[in-house]
């Protein structure tokens, strides 16, 4: 789990992720408005926004979370919203180059940015 606050409105329509295995992995993506913090037990504020099928890369390779694969997730500019994704298995590593580990507040760019 960790929080993106937008410094101006975006669009979340893909992600990367870092898995460990080489192998088809099961993915789900949750969002909630707000931050996760005392909420990670609280199942009926996630919403999930899908769930595909990827095959890792490796460790130290991020592996794309194709556009399509979830529910665009649309950040307003000043809010924050929660993301959760998560893997069945227990080789899922949270990473955004020197940032690493559940629950850190990861600088995200905008790269897709909205239309007005």
Same mark, same amino acid.
């Given at each position: 789990? !960790? ?11 893909? %992600?990367?992720?870092? %898995? ?49 694969? !979830? ?11 929660? *993301? ?7 080789? !899922? ?12 507040? *990861?600088?995200?760019?905008? *790269? ?5």
């Amino acid at each position: 789990m !960790f929080d993106v606050k937008a410094i101006e409105r975006i669009r979340i329509v893909s %992600l990367d992720i870092h %898995l460990i295995s080489t192998i088809t992995e099961a993915v789900e993506v949750y969002s909630k408005e707000g931050t996760y913090k005392g909420e990670s037990q609280n199942y009926v504020a996630w919403v999930r926004q899908g769930e595909t099928k990827v095959i890792g890369r490796g460790e130290g390779e991020s592996t794309p979370v194709p556009s399509g694969s !979830f529910s665009i997730i649309e950040i307003g500019a000043g809010e924050t919203v929660a *993301l959760y994704v998560t893997v069945r298995t227990s080789t !899922f590593i949270y990473s955004n180059g020197d940032y690493e580990g559940a629950g850190k507040v *990861l600088p995200i760019t905008p *790269l897709i940015p909205t239309e007005n």
